[in-house]
């Protein structure tokens, strides 16, 4: 049969169950586990704790006295550099490889649980040599390179707190990020390649180094791309040189498990990113948790794949942490899906003999795009269990992905979660869950999700409403970093500081399966990538000659989301389109370019003077406008509609 015609035949099956033989082998195989998670919380949650090595057991599983603020495995002292590497080291696992690095131009590199052990140590001195003590912020802003996880373990050996900004945003973004986290030291590649093409991300970092502020003392600078690079007597120094100076041994600091671990900035609803502030135990205890149960790990037999970037939670938490803690034998891939062809993924899949990949939607539908002679070059037998992340699956692509990638045999988890939530909260279990194409399922042991009203607040058992948490679990966010007026406000403002608000709609249906929908704040989700219509605006209007900006969402068939600008231009100029995607590029990162720009006289606003992006979402998305007669000016609507026509028109 040909794939169009399975796959039709496929859309007809609202049910998946785990395939024949799965169940047998699945690490788990008892759906008592939801009921005795629920029974004892507590007890629940501290068997997940002992998964790890602890230096001094918790006197308290959770504090619970003063929400939103809750705490996990209080009186507890544990290092994660220890557990994700020291202890397979000191078990006898130190020659097994905990990476397949694989570079763009296909250079390969295997990092043994020993080599982590080695380099980890000697940076962790490094930093230290450079005045980094617990508690201080450092900055990384690496590509997809074995250092980046070097230098994410180093930070937790010593207690120092990492901030992680993703290659792909622009030297200014890290700065911004930088200055607001009073990042002492910095480290940056000299270059990063992408596509045969390399950016000279040191001196693009120089050029807005000043604007960080007194906090930043060091920038150590990681020879990548070989480039010639200006380095600042006093202030830069040569990851090489700083490794080859410092001590080889680096004991484990015994830490709180309340100790700052990292901050990751995520786009909310306002222009400032928010700095997510995760801790120590309970993030690493729910993160090798569900990196084995979700993913149904076994860490002797399995090679694992997540195709994300470090830069995001999903690569902290499933590129990094996981994976490390549980000892598994991971790929880390520098490059694009793309280069040197469309068919590298699936090349480095039968290469290493990938048994589980992790991916994202938005992946998923540029292969289908680019069609299925590319997956079929290569062998992909051995994959048999596939995952989903980052934003809903629409049921084509599923579908495609468990027939095309997975030969029809592999399950899928489709886990629903946040940078917030740190780690995995909805999801199947590939042994026990039968899985409905679209669906992320029901939420993991342990772990309670609701759906509430939007206009009552009250609980619906069926139906769509906003998506909250009602129990705190380990590895949620603690606050954002230096503002717990804004954490509160944020999270928990709106049901009590009991009920976590998500910022997601979803519907859940007679069989208690939550579809998430999108979004409810002005967060727009472009591949997959979380971004603010307000920092995108505000990055608009910098530019010398815009006097207005709005920013909307639209549904985009690639990209699950696009960006849709609305521009009031003050002066006129060259090429306005690329001038203003190319500033949004310096001032964000590409991923942040508008994809249409459309050029109005004014805005539809209200008499208070407020731009009505309701209004404008209609029009970007082509649909009937809503009520309009709250407008100071109704007729702006009808120049817009134009405006939009006469676009689509020209393309
Ligand atoms: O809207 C949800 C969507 O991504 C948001 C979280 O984005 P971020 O913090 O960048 O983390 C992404 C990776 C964990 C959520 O509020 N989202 C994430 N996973 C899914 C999803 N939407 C639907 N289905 C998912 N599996």
Known sequence: MDLSARLEELQQVERF????????????????????????????????????????????????????????????????????????????????????????????????YADLHRDVQRFANALKALGVERGDVVGIFLPMIPEVVVAMLACTRIGAVHNVVFGGFSATSCAERME???????????????????????????????????????????????????????????????????DPECPPEPLDAEAPMFILYSSGSTAKPKGILHTTGGYLTQVAWTHQWVFDLKPDEDVYWCSADVGWVTGHSYIVYGPLANGVTSVMYEGAPDYPDKDVWWALCERYGVTIFYTAPTAIRACIKWGEEYPARHDLSKLRLLGSVGEPINPKAWLWYHEVIGGGRCPIVDT???????????????????????????????????????????????????????????????????????????????????????????????DGYLWVIGRIDDVINVSGHRLSTAEVESAIVSHPNVAEAAVVGRHDEDTGQAIVAFVTLREDGDDMERAIRDHVAERIGKLARPKRIIWSDDLPKTRSGKIMRRLLRDIAEGRELGDVTTLRDPDVMEQLKSKVAERQSEE
């Open 180 to 246: 607001v986290s009073a990042a002492k030291v910095l480290i940056c590649p000299d270059g990063s390649r992408r596509k045969g093409k390399t950016a000279p991300v040191k001196q693009q970092v120089d050029a807005v180094a000043g604007d960080i502020g007194e906090s930043l003392e060091r920038i150590v600078v990681v020879r990548n791309v070989g480039d010639d690079t200006p380095m600042q007597e006093g202030r830069d120094v040569w990851w090489h040189e700083a490794v080859d100076a410092a």
């Open 416 to 510: 629903w979660w946040q940078t917030e939530t740190g780690a995995i909260m909805v999801s199947p279990l590939p042994g026990l869950t039968e899985t409905k194409p679209g669906s992320c399922t029901i939420p993991l042991p342990g772990i309670e999700a609701k759906i509430l009203d939007e206009s009552t607040g009250e609980e619906k058992d069926d139906g769509q409403g906003l998506l909250v948490l009602t129990q705190p679990w380990p590895a949620m966010l603690r606050t954002l970093y230096g503002d717990d007026e804004r954490f509160v406000e944020t999270y928990f403002k709106r049901f009590g500081p009991e009920t976590y608000l998500v910022g997601d709609a979803a519907r859940k249906d007679g």
């Open 17 to 112: 169950p785990p395939p024949d033989g799965f169940r047998e082998q699945a690490v788990v195989r008892d759906a008592g586990v939801y009921e005795e998670a629920a029974r004892d919380r507590h007890a629940w949650w501290e068997r997940q704790a002992e998964r790890l090595d602890w230096f001094e057991r918790w006197d308290t599983v959770l504090d619970d006295s003063n929400p939103p603020f809750f705490r996990w495995f209080t009186g507890g002292r544990l290092n994660v550099s220890h557990n994700c590497v020291d202890r397979h080291v000191e078990a006898g696992r130190g020659d097994k490889v905990a990476f397949h690095w694989h570079g763009e131009e296909g250079e390969e590199r295997d990092v043994t």
